[in-house]
C-alpha cells in the first residue's frame, strides 16, 4: 500500500509539471508565430508609381488586403491603395481628353473658370486648352490655371472690334469663340504629329455650361466623331440626335431647323484627334455663317451623318447643360468704384 | 492605384457640414452635379441637402447616390402662403429659411451637446460658385468666421472690415451697412459647437426685411467682435453669388416636344 501511495505520489506531480509546461509554453509559441508573421508583411517592398504633376496633399487611405499562406510559403501582399490626387494620376493607356474652352474677361469670369476646373480635376488623362478673347494672355487667367494643378495650354487671340458682339447681342455673322475655338485647332495641328499614335479626343467646351463626369468617359472612345444629346438648346429641354435601332443616327430631334447637316451644339460632340490631324483644313467657318450652322461648318469636312457615333445610351441620357449665368448687377459700385479694383474677383 | 472621390475621409480634420436648400425647376440637376463636383474634392465634407418638397424626389436622391458623397437627405416644404411673392411685399419668408432651419434642426438631432463633433456648418445655395480654398479656410473656425463674397449688394463683392488688429469692426456695404450682420448667407460659417450650444439659434421665419436674414440667426450667435476673419484678413474672394439663366423652353410647345421622361 505505502508503495503504491508513494508511486502514485511520484506519478502526479509529472503529469501536472507536464500540464505546466504545455499551459506556459503554448501562449508563448502562439504569439511568437502572430509577431513573425505580421512583422514580415510590411517589410516587402511596394513600388510607388509618382503621379508626375498630381498633387498628392492629402493622405492616402489605406485598404490593405494581406494575403498570408502559411509561414512555409512566400507571404504575398496586395495592397490596393485608394488615393486622392487632384488631377487623377496620368495613364498610360487612356486616351488624352483635349478639352479647348474659349474665355473672355467679365465679371463673372473667373468664377465660371473656377467650376469648370474643379469639374474638369476629376477626369484623367485631360488637357485643358484655355484660349483667351484678348490681346495678351491676362494674369488672372495665368494664375487661375497654374493654381489648379490641371495639364494646361494657354493660348489667346483677340477677335476684331468690328467683328465682337455688341454686349449680350447676338450677331450671327461671327459666333463668338470661333476664332479661339480655331486657334486651339491649330494648334493641336501644330503640335501633333499626324503619324504618331498618341490617341486624343477633342472636345470643345464652353466656360459657362455644365459638364457631368460620366460625360467624359462616354467620349473618350469616340473613333471618328461621337454625339449626345444636350439640354437647354434650341429653345427645348434638350436637343437629341435620333439613332434608329441600328445604333445609327439618321436626323436630329429639334425644333429649330431639324434639316441643318449637323443639327447639334457645340456641347453636344467630339471628334478624335486624329481625325482632326489628318483633316487639317478643317475649321470653323468665321464669316458667313448662319445662326445654328457653325458646328456644321467644322463638321460636314470630317465626318457623315452615317458616320457619327452615339453615346449616352444611344442618346437617351442627358450628360451636358447648356446653362448661361446670368450679368451681376453691379450698380451700386457707382461712377467711380466702391470695392477695391485691386481685389480680383 | 485606384482614384478615389471623394478623398478618404481623416479621424482628425473637422468636419464641414454644408446646408444646400434645394427646389425642383429646369436647371437642378445641372446647379447640384456642377456643386457636386466641386465638393467631391473637399475631404471630411458631409452634404445636407433639404429640398423644398413634400417628397424626397428620385431625381436628388438619385443624384446623391451616384455622387458618392457623404450626405444626408431631406425635405420640407414652404406652405405656399410663405412662398415669396411680390418683390415690394415688405414682411416674407426668404426662400430657402424652412430648408436650413430644418438643416439645423438635424444637426441638434444627431449630435450631442456634451460631446460635440469637431466641425463647421456652412450654408452653400446651389447656384453659387465655390473656390476649394474656401473649404480650408473656414474649417477651424472656432465660433462664427467671415469672408468676402463676390455678386452680392449690387457690388464686385460685399466684405466685413477688419481693422489692423484682426477683428471685424464693420461693414463694406452699400446697401444698409449698419446691420447688425450685413453679410451674405456665403460669407460666413459656424462651429457645431457654437450651433448646440444655442439650440434656439434659427433663421427667423416672418417678418424679416431685405438683407436681415443672416443677421436673424448671427444675432443669436456671436457679437460683432467675436467674428473670425478669414481670406487673408478679408482680402480675398473664394466665393462668387452667381445666378443661372433661367433656360428658354418655348420652343416645348403646348403639349411638350421632347421626351418628358428623359431626366433634364
Not at chain 1, 460620366?214 to 436637343?239: D, I
Not at chain 2, 426685411?209 to 448671427?218: D, N, R, V
Request: hydrophobic share 35%; aromatic share 10%; glycine share 6%.
Amino acid at each position: 500500500n505505502e508503495e503504491l501511495w508513494v508511486q502514485s505520489v511520484l506519478e502526479m506531480p509529472k503529469r501536472r509539471d507536464i500540464l505546466a509546461i504545455v499551459l506556459i509554453v503554448l501562449p508563448w509559441t502562439l504569439l511568437i508565430t502572430v509577431w513573425h508573421q505580421s512583422t514580415i508583411a510590411p517589410l516587402l517592398a511596394v513600388h510607388k508609381d509618382d503621379g508626375g504633376d498630381s498633387q498628392r496633399d492629402l493622405a492616402a487611405g489605406l485598404d490593405s488586403k494581406e494575403y498570408c499562406l502559411s509561414d512555409r510559403d512566400i507571404v504575398e501582399v496586395v495592397r490596393t491603395e485608394y488615393v486622392y490626387t487632384r488631377p487623377p494620376p496620368w495613364s498610360d493607356t487612356l486616351p488624352t481628353i483635349h478639352v479647348i474652352t474659349p474665355t473672355y474677361s467679365r465679371p463673372v469670369q473667373k468664377a465660371e473658370l473656377t467650376r469648370l476646373a474643379n469639374t474638369l480635376l476629376h477626369v484623367p488623362n485631360l488637357h485643358w486648352i484655355l484660349v483667351e478673347d484678348s490681346q495678351r494672355r491676362t494674369p488672372l487667367i495665368t494664375r487661375l490655371l497654374r493654381d489648379t494643378g490641371l495639364n494646361y495650354t494657354h493660348l489667346n487671340v483677340e477677335t476684331p472690334r468690328n467683328y465682337k458682339l455688341r454686349g449680350d447681342m447676338r450677331d450671327p455673322r461671327i459666333p463668338r469663340g470661333t476664332m479661339q475655338r480655331n486657334l486651339a485647332l491649330r494648334w493641336l495641328r501644330e503640335t501633333f504629329n499626324k503619324n504618331n499614335s498618341q490617341p486624343g479626343i477633342v472636345y470643345f467646351a464652353d466656360d459657362d455650361n455644365t459638364y457631368s463626369l460620366e460625360l467624359f468617359e462616354e467620349m473618350r472612345s469616340t473613333r471618328k466623331v461621337s454625339v449626345w444629346p444636350v439640354a437647354f438648346v434650341g429653345g427645348l429641354r434638350y436637343e437629341s440626335p435620333k439613332v434608329n435601332s441600328a445604333g445609327k443616327v439618321y436626323g436630329w430631334k429639334t425644333v429649330f431647323d431639324p434639316h441643318r447637316p449637323f443639327a447639334i451644339d457645340m456641347a453636344g460632340f467630339a471628334v478624335n484627334l486624329r481625325l482632326i490631324l489628318q483633316r487639317s483644313q478643317a475649321y470653323f467657318k468665321l464669316r458667313g455663317v448662319k445662326g445654328g450652322y457653325q458646328e456644321s461648318s467644322l463638321l460636314r469636312e470630317l465626318v457623315t451623318l452615317n458616320d457619327l457615333e452615339p453615346k449616352a445610351a444611344n442618346c437617351t441620357k442627358i450628360l451636358v447643360w447648356h446653362t448661361r449665368t446670368e450679368k451681376p448687377v453691379l450698380v451700386n459700385e457707382g461712377k467711380k468704384g466702391f470695392t477695391d479694383p485691386n481685389v480680383e474677383i | 492605384f485606384v482614384y478615389a472621390r471623394p478623398p478618404p475621409w481623416s479621424d482628425t480634420l473637422p468636419t464641414i457640414f454644408v446646408i444646400t436648400p434645394t427646389y425642383t425647376r429646369p436647371v437642378q440637376k445641372a446647379e447640384l452635379t456642377r456643386l457636386a463636383n466641386t465638393f467631391l474634392h473637399v475631404q471630411n465634407l458631409h452634404w445636407v441637402v433639404v429640398e423644398d418638397s413634400p417628397r424626397r424626389t428620385n431625381l436628388v436622391s438619385n443624384l446623391l447616390e451616384k455622387a458618392g458623397l457623404n450626405f444626408t437627405h431631406l425635405n420640407v416644404e414652404t406652405p405656399k402662403s410663405l412662398k415669396l411673392g411680390l418683390s415690394w411685399i415688405p414682411s416674407h419668408t426668404p426662400r430657402g429659411t424652412l430648408q436650413r432651419n430644418l438643416g439645423l434642426h438635424w444637426l441638434r438631432d444627431s449630435f450631442s451637446n456634451t460631446a460635440p463633433p469637431e466641425g463647421v456648418v456652412y450654408f452653400a445655395d446651389d447656384d453659387n460658385t465655390y473656390s476649394l480654398e474656401l473649404f480650408e479656410e473656414m474649417r477651424y473656425t472656432r465660433r462664427v468666421s467671415v469672408w468676402p463674397v463676390a455678386f452680392v449688394g449690387g457690388l464686385r463683392y460685399e466684405s466685413p472690415k477688419v481693422s489692423p488688429a484682426g477683428k471685424v469692426v464693420g461693414w463694406k456695404t452699400v446697401f444698409d451697412p449698419n446691420r447688425p450682420f450685413a453679410i451674405d448667407m456665403a460669407g460666413f460659417a459656424i462651429s457645431i459647437k457654437l450651433i448646440l450650444e444655442k439650440p434656439h439659434a434659427s433663421f427667423k421665419l416672418e417678418g424679416v426685411k431685405g438683407g436681415y436674414q443672416e443677421t436673424s440667426l448671427l444675432k443669436d450667435l456671436v457679437t460683432m467682435d467675436g467674428l473670425e476673419p478669414k481670406a487673408a484678413n478679408c482680402t480675398k474672394v473664394l466665393v462668387w453669388h452667381t445666378r443661372t439663366e433661367r433656360p428658354t423652353l418655348v420652343n416645348e410647345g403646348k403639349r411638350g416636344f421632347t421626351d418628358p421622361r428623359v431626366e433634364v
